[in-house]
């Protein structure tokens, strides 16, 4: 199996909606309307490689439970709704669903936190 890349990761993302390729903290990152949803970890205790892709804390408990060759966390992590991903691991039809599924986590907490500009009387 080839090992995937950010050019993967990039080229995936670019066919979801309202995505833009940047960096956060250094590293290449996607982001939709502003935030992050997946970026190369840039934390001193991530393994290099390492992609960190955003997801409720339930999902990915199961993940690391499930796979934890491919899926794990560090302690700089625990209290951020991602996963820690082994770029090297991870297959490419997992990786699409991955970033699918941070995107639309993402989007709807940016969705949700626009304050509504409408005032009743």
Same mark, same amino acid.
């Given at each position: 199996m080839p090992h995937s890349s950010f050019k993967t990761v990039e080229s995936i993302g670019r066919t979801l909606p309202d995505v833009e390729v940047t960096t956060t903290w250094g590293q290449p990152a996607l982001k939709v309307r502003?935030?992050?949803f997946v970026c190369i970890a840039s934390h001193k205790s991530a393994e290099p490689n390492t992609l960190v892709v955003m997801m409720d804390f339930a999902d990915r408990d199961a993940l690391v439970e499930d796979d934890p060759g491919t899926y794990y966390l560090k302690e700089h992590y625990l209290n951020y709704?991602? !996963? /820690?991903? =082994? /770029?090297? =691991?991870? =297959?490419?039809?997992a990786l =699409?669903? /991955?970033i699918a599924g941070a995107h639309r986590? !993402?989007?709807?907490k940016v969705r949700r936190k626009r304050p509504s500009r409408r005032r009743e009387p």
């Open positions: 502003g935030k992050m709704p991602c !996963v /820690l991903v =082994r /770029l090297s =691991r991870v =297959r490419v039809d =699409r669903d /991955l986590f !993402v989007s709807a």
